[in-house]
């Protein structure tokens, strides 16, 4: 697969976070969004997404638009629900999601197997932000979006989303991330996005 | 394209469940305006049992409405809204999908107790058989009104008293209708009009409450 970014732009209110933007990805690679808080990187992934409509351009993948069947997004909340279990998370989002992985490879590769049954409620937000990044092992989607995947994670969580990642992009998928962070994505591309801190 | 809505209703009823907060909120609120009314009317048994039906009614009406606000308020707080707009399936199906647990959750006991409460107010056995169907017609329709009244309150943040001004006006046909059928029922009349009209009103909301919230909800999304 081929994604392309094509002279997109992004007003939020009376300001324009970015104009013309436009970058390209193959498979097997990663795209690092980088730039100072509120310069668009979450606005970006959003309108990647198409949870949002973009102010100009378009994004397309193989010549057609971006089909939300073929992505993941990892927004910077988490969405768990503190009231159900780690695998009963991870199962709502594969039956939701139409994933045919098992829940317990997911939890295994992010370190959370004995967990499983805890409700989600006492977990720390370190592990909260594993399990939303379990939802990536679940179903199967060629690009991973994104936003800010480490926050909260300590090194041997940093370190398993390196690996889930460079497994993504050895099957030919894409990942486009946004961050603060360092990440250990090997040959990733960096799009810095400029914006004034308002 | 089953799966993915049957997870969410699956969800949502095990959210019920677990927070013990909507279902049992809804029925605790039920209980005590039809324990209550006795006592504020006096006792003057066959008044009670004349007004028996309407205070049911009314009891489930209000029982319907509250807890609505929060249905796609706490999906959108903690980020699950984005994962729902994203399924592979058609926005409107997860709102109806949400409306139908919300109903099965809040609505359907409501629809249970009414006829043991009933027995409280010494409504009679055919007025109670009248008041229980009417409710079973009529309270999907108040749950898919405010279904929309719920997803409004995404796009209006601190929208609450909003969103019930502007909900309770359209639910009042609902009301006026099941009130009717039940009365006409216990009076011997032709209740089939009143009765076909809260049908027709839950048949309209069915359809048009998903296709409403969703709107509201991709509004939201912006």
Same mark, same amino acid.
């Given at each position: 697969?081929r994604?392309n970014?094509?002279?997109l732009?992004?007003?939020r209110?009376?300001?324009?976070l970015f104009d013309?933007l436009?970058f390209a990805?193959e498979a097997g690679?990663?795209?690092v969004?980088?730039?100072?808080n509120?310069a668009g990187?979450t ?16 994004v397309?993948?193989?010549g057609a638009p971006?089909?939300?069947?073929s992505l993941h997004l990892?927004g910077?909340?988490d969405?768990?629900?503190g009231?159900l279990?780690v ?6 989002s ?6 045919r992985i ?6 295994e590769?992010l370190?959370l /197997? ?10 720390s937000?370190?592990?909260k932000?594993?399990? /939303?990044l379990?939802?990536?092992?679940v179903?199967?989607?060629?690009l991973w979006?994104l936003d800010?995947p480490?926050? $909260?994670?300590d090194?041997d969580?940093q370190a398993?989303l390196a690996?889930?990642?460079?497994a993504?992009?050895?099957?030919n998928?894409? #990942? ?7 990440l250990?994505?090997p ?6 996005l400029?914006g004034a801190p308002a | 394209?089953?799966a ?6 699956k ?5 019920a469940?677990r927070a013990?907060?909507?279902a049992?909120?809804?029925?605790m609120?039920?209980?005590?305006? #039809? ?5 504020a ?8 049992a004349? #007004?028996?039906?309407a ?12 807890g609505?606000?929060?249905l796609?308020?706490?999906d959108h ?12 399936v058609p926005?409107e199906?997860v709102?109806?999908a949400?409306g139908?647990?919300?109903?099965l959750?809040?609505g359907?006991?409501?629809?249970v107790?009414?006829?043991? &409460?009933?027995?409280? &107010?010494?409504?009679e056995?055919r007025?109670?058989?009248?008041v229980?169907l $009417?409710?079973l017609?009529?309270?999907p ?7 929309v ?6 796009a209006?943040?601190? $929208?609450?008293?909003f969103v019930a001004?502007?909900t309770?006006?359209l639910?009042?046909?609902i &009301?006026i209708?099941?009130v009717?059928?039940? $009365?006409?029922?216990i009076a011997?009349?032709a209740?089939?009009?009143?009765f076909?009209?809260?049908l ?8 048009l409450?998903p296709?409403?919230?969703?709107a ?7």
């Amino acid at each position: 697969m081929r994604l392309n970014i094509e002279g997109l732009a992004c007003r939020r209110g009376e300001r324009v976070l970015f104009d013309g933007l436009s970058f390209a990805a193959e498979a097997g690679d990663a795209v690092v969004v980088t730039g100072p808080n509120g310069a668009g990187k979450t606005s970006l992934i959003r309108l990647i997404a198409g949870l949002t409509p973009p102010q100009a351009g378009a994004v397309v993948v193989d010549g057609a638009p971006l089909a939300r069947e073929s992505l993941h997004l990892i927004g910077h909340l988490d969405a768990v629900k503190g009231a159900l279990t780690v695998k009963e998370n991870l199962a709502f989002s594969r039956a939701l999601l139409g994933g045919r992985i098992a829940g317990e490879t997911a939890l295994e590769a992010l370190g959370l /197997a004995a967990l499983s049954e805890l409700p989600a409620r006492v977990l720390s937000a370190g592990q909260k932000r594993r399990l /939303a990044l379990a939802r990536l092992l679940v179903a199967e989607r060629p690009l991973w979006l994104l936003d800010e995947p480490t926050a $909260s994670l300590d090194a041997d969580g940093q370190a398993r989303l390196a690996a889930i990642v460079a497994a993504h992009r050895a099957k030919n998928g894409i #990942v486009v991330a946004a961050t603060h962070a360092a990440l250990d994505f090997p040959g990733a591309r960096e799009v810095r996005l400029g914006g004034a801190p308002a | 394209m089953i799966a993915p809505l049957a997870a969410i209703v699956k969800r949502d009823l095990l959210l019920a469940v677990r927070a013990g907060g909507g279902a049992g909120v809804g029925l605790m609120f039920f209980l005590a305006v #039809v324990v209550v009314v006795p006592f504020a009317v006096g006792p003057d048994i066959p008044l009670i049992a004349r #007004v028996g039906p309407a205070v049911l009614w009314l009891g489930a009406f209000l029982a319907s409405l509250l807890g609505l606000d929060g249905l796609f308020s706490a999906d959108h707080e903690d980020g699950s809204l984005d994962l729902l707009f994203l399924a592979p399936v058609p926005l409107e199906l997860v709102a109806a999908a949400k409306g139908l647990a919300h109903w099965l959750a809040t609505g359907l006991p409501l629809v249970v107790l009414a006829p043991l &409460l009933g027995l409280l &107010l010494g409504v009679e056995p055919r007025a109670l058989g009248a008041v229980t169907l $009417s409710l079973l017609v009529g309270t999907p329709a108040l749950t898919f009104l405010g279904l929309v009244g719920a997803a409004i309150a995404v796009a209006l943040p601190r $929208s609450g008293l909003f969103v019930a001004v502007l909900t309770l006006p359209l639910a009042i046909p609902i &009301l006026i209708f099941g009130v009717g059928a039940t $009365s006409a029922a216990i009076a011997g009349e032709a209740a089939a009009a009143p009765f076909k009209f809260a049908l027709s009103l839950t048949l309209f909301f069915l359809v048009l409450g998903p296709a409403a919230a969703a709107a509201a909800l991709r509004h939201a999304r912006d």
